[in-house]
């Protein structure tokens, strides 16, 4: 029942912005942890920025100050900002929320489909 759609991937050229927007809906008792990933094509998946529930945030150090994540508990939303793209940010972006379905469940991991961000050099 648990659903992660992400939103706002594209192609930009150098030096451009993008938003990236993540909603999630179905059956949530609460969510702690959300985060962004990103996987370029024969690369691993790398972990990119990530916001607790009290709001601290860490990132990538490919991508500190240029990216900025935030959420929206109200409405179990997670955005990603990127300004200053460069060709290396290339990749599918997921959002990924660590989130009890039951007051007595476990703490499981749910993963958008991705979406496609391109940055043309």
């Known amino acids: 029942q648990v659903q992660l759609v992400e939103s706002g991937g594209g192609l930009v050229h150098t030096g451009g912005s993008l938003r990236l927007s993540c909603a999630a809906s179905g059956s949530i008792f609460s969510i702690s942890a959300m985060g962004w990933y990103r996987q370029a094509p024969g690369k691993e998946r790398e972990l990119v920025a990530s916001?607790?529930?009290?709001?601290?945030?860490k990132y990538a150090d490919s991508v500190k100050g240029r990216f900025t994540i935030s959420r929206d508990n109200a409405k179990n939303a997670l955005y990603l900002q990127m300004n200053s793209l460069r060709s290396e940010d290339t990749a599918v972006y997921y959002c990924n929320t660590r989130l009890k379905k039951y007051w007595w469940g476990n703490w499981d991991d749910y993963w958008g489909q991705g979406t496609q961000v391109t940055v043309s050099s």
């Open positions: 916001i607790a529930n009290g709001g601290n945030t």
